[in-house]
């Protein structure tokens, strides 16, 4: 017997859900666009922006995905044959640095396998580039397939007097923790639509400094990737370079509307640490005993908030159970050291805590109809953690 009929539960990190004020904010029919009301649409929406990553440099938007996001980065940070040290905690964060292998661009990785990147390592690798050869340091705040977090602060710190620029992939972090561009010395930023932001995919953003526009124009930077005419557009095709995508820039203006004066930050980000702290007591509770549940992460501290990596036996056959027979839908293991042992818990965007408490239940269902072992009181400890928060 199924229990899958009702509104369906989507748990992996992104796309999220989507309010259904959002989705209203979007169905509608495309106004002129070269009339005011969409011009005036599009400013609130880099404006608001700016607010969320916590800067007053430069915001441009592009029709995209995250990898999107990474081609506009690379292609205006680097020319040809320039040095890029990119520190890996996962799958994406060697993912961004294959694409700008790709392009052309030297490319040096500190790889930390699923952890977190580790500050000191950091700092020892750039006291060593006495030539200043590495132009700019690259990492995920959130790498969306392991769950590690980056501490951000700690690595702007480690970079000390060494010129290199700072860029940072807020993709799966943005709007679900703390995140303050200019208070912490990010030089670029880059995000995306779908994920803490609320809005289906779509929107790539980019985010860069003053010191970065001085750069100018890169070798690799062409017509349409090239950031500069978007960063000082007059006109609204300007800042798409054509055509602008309407329905999500109603959409989005929608969602931080939501985001950042409705909840706000502040209570959005502790949103999503309670949210996040309810799900590993699950797990640490599932795991007493030696069962071999844990988090793939393994201090609190180098956890994201917005999705949590896990390793459960049986896996895989865990996520189709859920799917088929309780419609929740969970991320895959991606770049686990065991993928038929790994999965991810999103808890990230319009999330609330009847949603996830609904998430680990239906897991905990699961894991009884397959005979996975674990230990008891999961869902105990998770409520009494949304209880405490509250």
């Given amino acids: 017997m199924s229990f899958a009929l009702g509104r369906p539960v989507i748990a992996i990190p992104g796309p999220s859900p989507v309010p259904d004020r959002v989705l209203r904010a979007m169905h509608r029919p495309s106004p002129d666009i070269y009339g005011p009301e969409l011009a005036q649409e599009n400013l609130a929406m880099i404006a608001r922006l700016k607010r969320l990553a916590g800067t007053s440099a430069h915001c441009v938007p592009y029709i995209g995905n995250g990898h999107a996001g990474w ?10 044959g320039e040095l890029a040290l990119v520190l890996t905690s996962g799958h994406f964060g060697r993912g961004w640095a294959q694409t700008a292998r790709g392009l052309g661009i030297e490319v040096e990785t500190l790889d930390f396998g699923l952890s977190p990147p580790d500050p000191q390592r950091l700092a020892e690798r750039l006291a060593e580039d006495r030539e200043g ?40 972090s943005l709007g679900c923790e703390p995140l ?38 890169t070798d690799l930077a062409t017509p349409y990737w090239d950031w500069t005419p978007r960063s000082e557009a007059q006109e609204l095709w300007q800042f798409w370079g054509g055509t602008p995508p309407v329905q999500h820039v109603y959409g989005m203006n929608e969602a931080l509307t939501l985001l950042l004066d409705e909840e706000t930050l502040p209570v ?18 599932w795991g007493a005993g030696g069962t071999g549940i844990s988090t793939v992460v393994a201090d609190p501290a180098g956890r994201a908030r917005s999705v949590t990596a896990a390793t459960i036996p049986n896996a895989t056959a865990l996520r189709a159970w859920t799917q088929e027979k309780a419609g929740l839908t969970l991320g895959v293991g991606l770049g686990a050291a065991d993928p038929e042992a790994g999965l991810r818990i999103a808890h990230m965007g319009h999330v609330s805590a009847h949603q996830l408490l609904g998430t680990l239940a239906v897991i905990e269902a699961g894991m009884d109809a397959l005979g996975i072992a674990h230990g008891p009181g999961g869902i105990e400890a998770a409520a009494r953690l949304i209880a405490q928060s509250a």
């Fill in 71 to 80: 081609e506009a980065a690379n292609v205006n940070l680097f020319n040809r």
């Fill in 133 to 172: 050869r590495i132009k700019a340091v690259l990492v995920c705040q959130v790498d969306t397939a392991s769950s590690a977090r980056a501490d951000i602060p700690a690595i702007r710190a480690a970079m000390g007097d060494h010129p290199a620029l700072l860029a940072v992939d807020a993709i799966a």
């Fill in 180 to 217: 303050l561009m200019d208070e912490w010395g990010i030089d670029l930023l880059v995000s995306a639509s779908q994920k803490g932001l609320m809005v289906p995919p779509g929107l790539a953003l980019v985010w860069f400094s003053d010191r970065v526009k001085l750069l100018g124009r």
């Fill in 268 to 285: 959005a980000w502790a949103r999503h640490e309670a949210l996040a702290r309810a799900t590993w007591a699950a797990l640490e509770a």
